[in-house]
């Protein structure tokens, strides 16, 4: 047996997190549901095994391309504020990348990202299994928003600011919503709206946050992705996550 071929079943042997629980509302075939994950996580851990250097989409290149987000540059699930239906395993870590299988569409899904550093977050990038590889392309995410948590009072006076300043889009997103479905209480900000497009000619496709939130001068340690609506499909799966930004010094 080859040795992705062990990686991948002791992924699923010897999770890390807890395990994918499906409702009886996600599928009327919970087991059938089950190998449809199993089936899609080892192509994707072969694709990205296999093909290391992937081309991303047309957005602006962040001037650093250091992922704050990789577990080997210190990015850690914050399970706190991760939907309770996340899946992280060791092969993950392995890998080197933060990623996780969600269930059921009816609540919002997020993920939150602890950094090692405090960083200004300038790009987000989001990867899934491209859609020759894959007859479950539903499932990737479609609508997400990414959050920053706004910890200090520097921040926070940065945060009002921008609130009280902001105009257009930008004033209808500060507006529309204050935090993440699970925010325990903590302030929030949310830092850029957007779509992941499973017909674009790239899988892996990176997007920038809007300049007038980054002029704003705002760092964070802890980031939220929500995915607010998928392709159509039973379940969410969450790939692959990279925050790119300047750290602060």
């Known amino acids: 047996m080859s040795f992705l071929a062990v990686l991948s079943l002791l992924h699923f042997a010897y999770p890390s997190g807890p395990r994918t629980l499906l409702p009886a509302s996600a599928s009327p075939n919970p087991y059938t549901a089950q190998t449809r994950i199993v089936a ?4 994707q851990h072969s694709y990205r095994i296999l093909h290391r250097k ?20 210190g990015g ?10 996340g899946y992280d395993s060791w092969v993950n870590r392995l890998i080197g990348k933060i990623g996780s299988v969600q269930a059921v569409l009816e609540d919002d899904l997020q993920e939150a990202i602890t950094f090692q550093d405090v960083v200004r977050v300038t ?4 990867d899934h299994i491209p859609a020759e590889l894959t007859n479950a392309i539903e499932i990737a995410p479609r609508k997400l928003l990414l959050w920053g948590m706004v910890d200090g009072e520097d921040n926070l006076a940065k945060y009002h600011s921008l609130r009280s300043g902001a105009t ?3 004033r209808d997103l500060l507006t529309a919503r204050m935090a993440p479905a699970l925010s325990r209480g903590m302030p929030f900000v949310p830092l850029v709206s957007f779509d ?21 001068g705002m760092d964070f340690g802890v980031v939220v992705l929500e995915i607010l609506d998928n392709w159509d499909g039973e379940l969410t799966c969450l790939y692959r996550v990279g925050i790119y930004g300047e750290r602060r010094t």
């Not at 899609?40 to 192509?43: D, G, K, L, N």
């Not at 850690?76 to 239906?85: A, F, H, I, R």
């Not at 499973?198 to 002029?215: E, G, R």
């Open 40 to 43: 899609s996580r080892i192509i």
């Open 54 to 73: 992937t081309p991303v989409n047309t957005q602006p290149i962040p001037r650093s391309s250091y992922d704050y987000a990789l577990w080997s540059n």
């Open 76 to 85: 850690v699930v914050l399970s706190s504020l991760t939907s309770p239906y």
């Open 123 to 126: 790009h987000v990038m989001v």
């Open 168 to 170: 257009g889009p930008l």
């Open 196 to 216: 992941y497009n499973i017909h674009a000619a790239n899988h892996t496709q990176l997007f920038p946050i809007p300049d007038s939130v980054v002029a704003a």
